[in-house]
């Protein structure tokens, strides 16, 4: 069945690896090539940005999973690591999205304002469950989760269509795109694990943990190298080439 699938360590650890192992891979032989990147201030902040969260995201499943078997930690610490290496999943896009968005404000503003944001939707989603539960009783475990990933989609909304329009300019083109990419990547892995937690609780459908497993690879395999990659890619800079041609 997907559900003893997906709860394997073969799923939930061990394929989660391959992507981080082979970026890193990647990062060790091409660092120095001396690309620009869409936003030359934050080319820097990249290079110590990827390959420590590359790590983290090895770190974080097995951390959460196995070594806590391992070391027979039971409720409540295993439910507070796996919320605190949530958090620690959306500082990191928050902290990205801030610092490319305005690098001359530097990086510990960056994290103090990613620091800010991540608590939004935990405090919506411990809130709204509370409310729920209030008024139709006893939830499913996974419904916290669920409010969870939407109000992340929300929130990735508001920055998509608001918050990066009025910051990056037409100076910036190519940055509000790539930062827009960034934005709708995290939107496709929240939306997947809330039909995918939807079909579970309210169909039982067993295929919804099948589904489940293609955000899992875009939260932890493929984040990195994505912003990585997207950031260095030839098409923002010749986008800012012809912009520049143009005027």
């Known amino acids: 069945m997907w559900a003893d699938f997906y709860r394997s360590d073969l799923q939930s650890v061990y394929a989660l690896w391959v992507a981080p192992a082979f970026f890193l891979l990647y990062w060790l032989l091409s660092r120095s090539s001396g690309r620009p990147g869409v936003e030359p201030r934050a080319t820097s902040f990249l290079n ?3 390959p420590l969260f590359a790590i983290e995201t090895v770190i974080d499943p097995f951390a959460t999973g196995p070594l806590l078997r391992w070391l027979h930690v039971e409720e409540p610490m295993t439910r507070y690591s796996m919320v605190a290496f949530v958090l620690l999943g959306d ?4 902290l990205l999205i801030l610092f490319v968005l305005a690098p001359e404000r530097g990086a510990a503003g960056a994290v103090v304002r990613a620091g800010l944001w991540t608590l939004v939707v935990p405090l919506f989603a411990w809130t709204a469950n509370g409310l729920l539960e ?14 969870y990933a939407l109000g992340f989609v929300a929130v990735a909304l ?20 790539y930062l827009r990419a960034l934005v709708r990547y995290v939107e496709l892995y929240y939306a997947l694990w809330a039909t995918a937690d939807l079909l579970i609780v309210l169909r039982g459908l067993d295929w ?10 875009l939260y932890y395999a493929f984040w990195v190298p994505f912003a990585y990659l997207s950031f260095f890619s030839p098409r923002y800079a010749m986008r800012e080439r012809s912009i520049h041609a143009s005027r």
Request: proline share 6%.
């Open 48 to 50: 110590v940005y990827a």
């Open 91 to 94: 500082f990191r896009v928050y």
């Open 134 to 147: 209030s008024s139709f009783g006893k939830l499913p475990s996974q419904a916290i989760w669920i409010v």
């Open 158 to 177: 508001f920055l998509e269509l608001r918050v990066l329009p009025v910051s990056a300019g037409l100076r910036r083109f190519e940055t509000h795109q």
């Open 208 to 217: 919804g943990w099948a589904l489940r497993v293609i955000p899992n690879q």
